[in-house]
């Protein structure tokens, strides 16, 4: 019996955020290329698994993601500790229609703190897109302000995405990927 490829790398990735902000809806997006409007909220924490082609000195290998959706609610938020340790990635997601979810993320801001995660690879995703050019611009999250939390938190990387029309969501997963690769200086030709 052949031997199963084993991953060149192993990344776990954490999905941060309020309930309800489509955690959960990326990670199937990804993992499944599914979308169900009518996913329940994450009882503590899911886990999902994504292999990421890459060239490695010119060879095709692959990258495992260990997807870590951690359900927003009041009540899982003491397992966080847990849920945090060994974070290699970082996403910080919100709800491009509900300003109380941006500003929601300066508690997880702080949680990163306290476990001294701070400095570990981060991207802002904005999800649900496909809704915000449905409303008028006083029920969206304004450019400006999202730039002026950008600011306050000292991120670089904000990318908008949409689940149900799948915007962004592998490229998310790429980008994160490769500030991994380059905060540990790991060896790779491309994510392919």
């Known amino acids: 019996m052949p031997e199963k490829p084993q991953p060149a790398y192993i990344f776990k ?19 499944y290329d599914t979308f169900d409007a009518n ?20 060879k095709k290998s692959f990258i495992r993601l260990s997807v870590w959706d951690f359900g927003g609610q009041e009540q899982f938020k003491r397992l966080f500790t847990y849920y945090i340790n060994g974070a290699n ?3 910080m997601t919100f709800d491009l229609t509900n300003m109380q979810s941006l500003l929601s993320l300066d508690w997880w801001y702080e949680r990163l703190t306290d476990e001294k995660v701070i400095n570990c690879p981060k991207i802002i995703l904005g999800t649900k897109e ?12 304004d450019d400006l302000v999202i730039k002026q939390f950008m600011n306050r938190h000292n991120e670089k ?6 689940a149900k ?7 998310s997963f790429k980008k994160i990927t490769e500030k991994i690769l380059e905060d540990h200086q790991l060896a790779y030709d491309k994510l392919l």
Request: net charge positive; charged share 25%.
């Open 13 to 31: 990735i954490c999905l941060l955020g309020a309930g309800a902000v489509g955690k959960t809806c990326i990670a199937r997006r990804l993992c």
């Open 39 to 58: 996913t329940k909220l994450t009882i503590g924490i899911d886990f999902y698994t994504y292999e990421l082609p890459v060239l490695i000195e010119k």
């Open 89 to 91: 990635g970082i996403f």
């Open 130 to 141: 496909d809704l915000v050019k449905k409303l008028d611009k006083h029920s969206r999250v």
């Open 157 to 162: 990387d904000f990318i908008r995405t949409s």
């Open 165 to 171: 029309n799948n915007v962004n969501i592998l490229q």
